[in-house]
Each structure stands twice: as structure tokens, then as C-alpha cells.
């Protein structure tokens, strides 16, 4: 059972918590997190879901994202999804998103990180993750206009992979591999 700090629309925590699959009060709002990690080559590492997942299930994604649990900053929340969905361990406590996207029920801060990952020593989440794979930018946008990538809006992809090594965010992060 995940439990989510409730937020209010000026993203200060109401000191209230909501259980996650029960809809959030009008006026509350919770907070989502997206790492893309991107290699030296300019591509961005992609996640395939697990066909058994709620929710585009089968479908391609950016590398990892999930909500912050309570008590979680941003960057604890991303360095978290990162470590449980593929066994890789960065330290962001001194970065902030490159991007924060408002949604109806929440804010996503989304973190752009350069870093060389070998994706055979990844260790892939059995309940969330299938594959990796790295792909570039055109790769993905056939991938949404084919209806196996998740439907982000197509001016999404174009914006983080311009957005990368800029504003706010970190150009390159030593990746260490946990083992799970």
C-alpha cells in the first residue's frame, strides 16, 4: 500500500497523506518524478513495461518515473525509481529538475542526466520492468506515432532531448549498479 504526501496548488505539503488509486480531493495535488538518463551518443535509455502492469502495459517509456511517497523529496523520490525499477544508483541530492510539468492531479519534475550505463549489468524491476534499450529521438517518436511508446505529446520528446546538459540539471553523473 503506497501513501502520498498531499500537495497544494502552490506545492507546499498540506501536512495531509493519500492512499495511491484513490482520487485526490479537488484543490490537492501529489507529486510525480521522471529521470532520462541519455548516453554519450545522445540517446535516451527506455523502459518496456511488463504486459501484467495496470496501465500501458506492454508500451515503451522514458527510463524510469513514479510518484514520491510521503516523506520524499524530489530527488529522493528519482534516485528511489531509478534504484527499484533498474538497479541503478545515482546520487541527485544536489540536483533539481530540469522541468516541472503540471498536471490535473499533480506535478511532475522530470531530471535530464547524462550518464554511461551498461545495460547488461542493470538489474530490471520483475513487477514493472521487461526490457531496456537505448533509443534516439526519431526512435521514439515513430515508437508514439506506432502505439508502442506511452502517448507522451510529441512536442515532449523533442523538448527533453534539447533540454539536455541545460537549466537547472546536472551534465554528467557517475552511475553505480546496485545489486538487488
Known amino acids: 500500500?503506497?501513501?502520498?504526501?498531499v500537495?497544494?496548488?502552490?506545492?507546499?505539503?498540506t501536512g495531509r497523506t493519500w492512499q495511491r488509486g484513490n482520487r485526490l480531493e479537488n484543490g490537492d495535488y501529489h507529486l510525480v518524478i521522471h529521470v532520462c538518463i541519455f548516453n554519450k551518443d545522445g540517446q535516451m535509455l527506455i523502459q518496456?513495461?511488463?504486459?501484467?502492469?495496470?496501465g500501458w502495459a506492454n508500451m515503451w517509456d522514458i527510463t524510469v518515473g513514479g510518484s514520491a511517497t510521503v516523506g520524499d523529496t524530489s530527488q529522493q523520490a528519482a534516485m528511489r525509481e531509478l534504484e527499484e525499477e533498474i538497479g541503478l544508483k545515482l546520487d541527485?541530492?544536489?540536483?533539481r529538475p530540469h522541468l516541472t510539468v503540471n498536471f490535473d492531479e499533480g506535478f511532475d519534475d522530470i531530471y535530464l542526466v547524462d550518464a554511461e550505463v551498461d545495460l547488461d549489468s542493470l538489474t530490471l524491476q520483475e513487477s514493472e520492468v521487461q526490457a531496456v534499450q537505448w533509443a534516439d529521438?526519431?526512435?521514439i517518436l515513430d515508437m508514439i506515432r506506432s502505439g508502442e511508446f506511452i502517448p507522451y505529446h510529441e512536442g515532449m520528446i523533442p523538448l527533453l532531448f534539447a533540454m539536455r546538459g541545460q537549466w537547472?540539471?546536472?551534465?554528467?553523473v557517475a552511475a553505480v549498479h546496485v545489486d538487488q
Open 1 to 5: 500500500m503506497e501513501f502520498w504526501d
Open 92 to 95: 541527485l541530492t544536489q540536483t
Open 137 to 139: 529521438e526519431a526512435t
Open 7 to 13: 500537495y497544494d496548488v502552490d506545492r507546499k505539503k
Open 48 to 54: 518496456q513495461r511488463q504486459p501484467f502492469k495496470d
Open 168 to 172: 537547472g540539471g546536472i551534465n554528467h
